[in-house]
């Protein structure tokens, strides 16, 4: 995987990969980033609330404690310090809005977005194009790194092409 191109600053990276390595990516790409680059970062959660994901980041020794989440699936606590929610994954202008807010604080260096397929299982392809093109756009605006998630599948394979030619790079994994 060539992460340091991922790392790069200012770059926006599409990582592509299976189903059965999200985990595995998830953890990599977190841990690098909590351990060895000490970076502060907001992790847009679409398809598991906050407290799994936060969850399974500890079980495998990453430090969430600068990770701020923006979940779209509430679980058991809305009260949770880091964690910032929508109402849910239909509101892309509400996440919008919560992406664009955190990052101009000034206080993230990375927005980890996990993952572009969920969206696809809510909206058209046209509109999830459209809604990553914005992102891309925002991220490059507030000069924060960008790592977009997309699951390997028929739907998001068709985007992926699309996709990618906003991003810097394309990392299949």
Do not use: W
């Amino acid at each position: 995987m060539k992460q340091q191109q991922i790392m790069a600053l200012k770059d926006v990276s599409l990582v592509c990969t299976k189903s059965t390595n999200y985990n595995q990516l998830n953890s990599k790409i977190l841990g690098d980033l909590t351990k060895n680059k000490n970076a502060v970062g907001l992790y847009i959660s679409l398809n598991k609330s906050a407290e799994s994901v936060e969850n399974n980041l500890k079980k495998n020794n990453i430090n969430t404690s600068k990770i701020c989440f923006i979940a779209a699936v509430s679980g058991k606590s809305k009260s949770k310090k880091n964690c910032i929610f929508v109402n849910g994954v239909k509101s892309l202008t509400e996440i919008s809005l919560a992406i664009a807010l955190a990052t101009n604080t000034g206080k993230y260096s990375y927005v980890y977005f996990d993952n572009i397929s969920t969206l696809l299982s809510y909206h058209s392809a046209k509109e999830t194009e459209r809604f990553v093109h914005y992102l891309v756009g925002k991220l490059r605006h507030a000069e924060v790194t960008g790592i977009l998630v997309l699951i390997d599948s028929p739907e998001s394979n068709k985007l992926m092409p699309i996709i990618s030619s906003f991003c810097d790079d394309c990392v299949m994994m």
